[in-house]
């Protein structure tokens, strides 16, 4: 029979821990919790009902010894970035959620890092604000000490964000970048490593290719939620897999799509597309292309696990 302490610990957890695969992410785990809650509690819960569990994340507790869940990876997101504890960040991939105090603390948080991660870093922050009009500028200098660990970074919902020239220039180990809603206007200056670039629901109105000429490794890039009217005929060839232009303002396609993108899944869902406006030649052409549209207008799901792939 389970004893009162055990009901109670697990009614705190059901209540305030959200669980995805192996990563189980805690949050507002008040004072009155943490009376009931205490380290060996923590681990034997978890671990003991779940092998598969590699990552705790919280947003509020004091430090946890990682001697005592040393089959769990543990980190951290305290309400203060002064109590930050970078002891708790030796995870190889590491998970925050900033809430809308801290909206104005990346560069802080990118420098609190510092000498805190070993191995590669993937850094996913959603600050969950669309609506804040003021911006925050982020320097190169906020990630220099960690610009080789990071393989990842995605940044969500953070208001406007102002990235420094050459910011992302010296992340020469970067694959993944995702930046939505954050206002940019224009594609930032890449390193060639990435693999994977989202940059959707962000304020790009003209498209150009330049920004992703020197962009070798590109495989799947997603602009959708834009504001782009036209799509400029290729000066060159993307090896592209996937590339996702839906919820934009595109309403035809001036050149030979099929040729210009032989083997990329494309993705125009949710664009005023008509084929009246294209040339006959163009139509014919780009046939193969609209009727692909249309199939993804009905299979966004389908199209979204590609995606994801």
């Given amino acids: 029979m389970k004893s009162f302490l055990f009901i109670q610990i697990a009614q705190i957890f059901a209540e305030k821990c959200k669980r995805v695969e192996n990563y189980v992410e805690c949050t507002n785990i008040e004072n009155t919790d943490r009376n009931i809650i205490y380290e060996k509690d923590i681990c034997n819960y978890f671990v003991r009902n779940s ?29 203060s970035l002064k109590s930050f504890s970078r ?26 890092l510092e000498d805190s991660a070993s191995g590669t870093l993937k850094l996913r922050v959603n600050c969950n604000n669309k609506e804040l009009e003021q911006t925050q500028k982020v320097n190169a200098s906020d990630v220099e000490s960690i610009q080789s660990q990071i393989s990842e970074l995605d940044l969500k919902q953070c208001g406007k964000v102002e990235f420094e020239d050459g910011f992302f220039d010296y992340l020469d180990n970067l694959e993944e970048l995702s930046l939505q809603f954050i206002g940019l206007k224009e594609v930032p200056s890449l390193p060639t490593s990435v693999k994977f670039l989202d940059l959707s629901f962000n304020d790009l109105r003209f498209l150009s290719w330049t920004p992703f000429s020197r962009l070798d490794n590109l495989k799947k890039l997603k602009l959708l939620g834009n504001s782009f009217y036209e799509i400029p005929t290729p000066e060159y060839q993307l090896k592209l897999i996937y590339f996702d232009l839906s919820n934009n303002r595109i309403a035809s396609l001036p050149f030979n799509v099929s040729s210009a993108f032989p083997d990329t899944v494309l993705a125009f869902m949710n664009n005023p597309l008509d084929c ?11 046939a193969l292309v609209y009727t692909r549209i249309r199939l993804l207008k009905h299979d966004s799901q389908l199209l979204e696990n590609f995606s994801r792939k």
Avoid: M, P
């Fill in 51 to 79: 092998t598969s569990l590699t990552e705790l994340h919280f947003d509020s507790f004091e430090k946890i010894d990682n001697e005592k869940c040393e089959s769990v990876r543990i980190s951290y997101w305290q309400t």
């Fill in 87 to 112: 002891g708790s960040l030796l995870a190889s991939s590491v998970v925050f959620d900033l809430d809308n105090e801290n909206i104005f603390a990346l560069g802080e948080l990118f420098r609190s």
């Fill in 276 to 286: 009246d406006l294209c040339s006959t030649r163009d139509a014919i052409n780009n």
